[in-house]
């Protein structure tokens, strides 16, 4: 079992930037592929970037490709998404996912674990 926390949520201008930090509690963090997802009102949630429990293999969403950068420090068990050059469309509630099972969480059936989410607003 692990939990969840994100943060770093908020408003921010067009072209502007966010990192946000999602926390990790309970099962050593290093046994976790990571995933970002991200949902609007009235939409589906939706994947953003992934990355392996190593750190070194990455994947990204075609809209979130040059923009964000998923990272993780498995020393302080905690996953990190920079968003640079944020539009109105990326505005959503953020959620941090964790798997114990598949080593690339790139899919919401993949994902074992949820955090509460973030909120980011992107104004005009």
């Known amino acids: 079992q692990v939990q969840l926390v994100e943060s770093g949520g908020g408003l921010v201008q067009t072209g502007g930037s966010l990192r946000l930090s999602c926390a990790a509690s309970?099962?050593?963090?290093?046994?976790?592929?990571m995933g970002w997802f991200r949902q609007a009102p009235g939409q589906e949630r939706e994947y953003v970037a992934s990355?392996?429990?190593?750190?070194?293999?990455?994947y990204y969403a075609d809209f979130a490709e040059g923009r964000f950068t998923i990272s993780r420090d498995n020393a302080k068990n905690t996953a990190y998404l920079q968003m640079n050059s944020l539009k109105p469309e990326d505005t959503a509630v953020y959620y941090c996912?964790?798997?114990?099972?598949?080593?690339?969480?790139?899919?919401?059936?993949?994902?074992?674990?949820w955090g509460q989410g973030t909120q980011v607003t992107v104004s005009s």
């Open positions: 996912a964790a798997s114990d099972t598949a080593a690339i969480v790139t899919t919401t059936t993949r994902a074992n674990y």
């Open positions: 309970g099962r050593p963090f290093n046994n976790y592929g």
């Open positions: 990355i392996s429990w190593s750190g070194i293999n990455t």
